[in-house]
């Protein structure tokens, strides 16, 4: 994929291009449907959170957002407001979505070695 516009996955907004991302696989057979609806779901979380720190295009996700956005919520964890389990899927969904769009390129991060 061309590296252009949420790298070309046809939509300014980072949360659907994640969608698309994970439909695309989902369309190529390297992942069930159902999967894909949930990691989409996933990825819209931390998009939320990509917005909110100022980050609207994929090309801009870096390691450190990811690692920063896992950190956010470690503390919801110990809080109460999260399962840990759930908070590792948060942080996987990230993963998914970025090692299709980069190719590979992604270094995936820990949710429990890079928060």
Request: glycine share 10%; hydrophobic share 45%.
């Amino acid at each position: 994929m061309a590296k252009a516009n949420n790298y070309g996955l046809r939509t300014r907004d980072i949360g659907k291009a994640g969608r698309f991302a994970v439909n695309a696989l989902a369309r190529e057979g390297k992942m069930g449907y159902a999967t894909a609806a949930t990691v989409g779901q996933r990825w819209q979380s931390f998009a939320s959170y990509a917005k909110a720190e100022g980050v609207k295009r994929l090309e801009y996700v870096t390691a450190h957002l990811a690692a920063s956005y896992g950190q956010a919520l470690a503390v919801r964890v110990a809080d109460g407001e999260l399962s840990a389990a759930y908070a590792q899927n948060l942080v996987s969904a990230i993963n998914t979505v970025m090692g299709h769009v980069t190719q590979g390129e992604w270094q995936s991060v820990s949710p429990t070695v890079d928060t």
